[in-house]
């Protein structure tokens, strides 16, 4: 069974830039989530997708994140413009039920 | 909001020994109680969870137990080798599809 695939691994840009990631969730997930973990913390959520509704979006960044999931399959996660403060590894997971998978995540660095 | 503590920060052993690592939660609605160990660079993985009705689970070498009039739970693992060694979240969730809430995260470490 393939799990969260996520793209790209790695992302450095300088301050103000804009980025976006890309996550494609485990086949027939309807709830797919966004975390971000910073350097020696645990990952704690951005956004939670059922289907290609948002769910909960309440600490988003909404003045530069922004999120979709077309089609309920798969997001895109954008920063723009990013700030130093970004860097971290930006998480995906996907769930059917209790457990969440984890997508391998993509690391950004903001110089 | 839920708020998830996690004790300690830092665990070294020795191989053979047992680690335990303890988590405490916030709201009492919480019913569902996951284990992730995070190697270096790779994605959390899931090792075990609990859930409320549940006061113990067993798997191996891992173990976890949970007290909800305390509101806290713990994971044991025995015989400790050093690929135990790794960063392990706690986490806790009230309802199926909701958001994970992660502790800080304890990075254990198992020496030879």
């Known amino acids: 069974e393939a799990g969260v695939a996520q793209s790209p691994r790695y992302k450095i840009i300088e301050k103000r830039q804009s980025v976006a990631f890309w996550c494609n969730p485990i086949s027939g997930h309807a709830t797919l989530y966004w975390y971000q973990q910073i350097l020696g913390q645990g990952p704690k959520l951005l956004i939670q997708?059922?289907?290609?509704?948002?769910?909960?979006d309440s600490q988003l960044p909404k003045d530069r994140f922004s999120a979709e999931r077309l089609k309920g399959v798969d997001s895109t996660l954008k920063i723009q413009p990013a700030k130093l403060e970004d860097s971290a590894v930006y998480l995906c997971?996907?769930?059917?039920?209790?457990?969440?998978?984890f997508g391998p995540g993509t690391r950004l660095l903001v110089l | 909001g839920e708020n998830v503590e996690q004790h300690p920060s830092t665990l070294s052993v020795q191989e053979g020994d047992s680690a335990v690592i303890k988590c405490t939660y916030s709201?009492?609605?919480?019913?569902?109680f996951p284990w992730y160990k995070q190697e270096l660079g790779k994605r959390p993985q899931l090792i075990i969870d609990i859930r409320s009705n549940v006061g113990e689970k067993k798997d191996q070498r891992i173990a976890v137990t949970l007290n909800k009039t305390a509101k806290h739970f713990s994971l044991h693992i025995t015989e400790t080798q050093p690929e135990d060694s790794a960063v392990y979240f706690c986490?806790?969730?009230?309802?199926?599809?909701?958001?994970?809430?992660f502790g800080k995260g304890t990075s254990l470490l198992v020496t030879p």
């Open positions: 997708f059922q289907n290609n509704g948002v769910v909960d």
């Open positions: 997971a996907s769930s059917e039920g209790e457990t969440q998978y």
């Open positions: 986490a806790a969730i009230r309802n199926s599809g909701y958001a994970l809430n």
């Open positions: 709201d009492s609605a919480s019913n569902y």
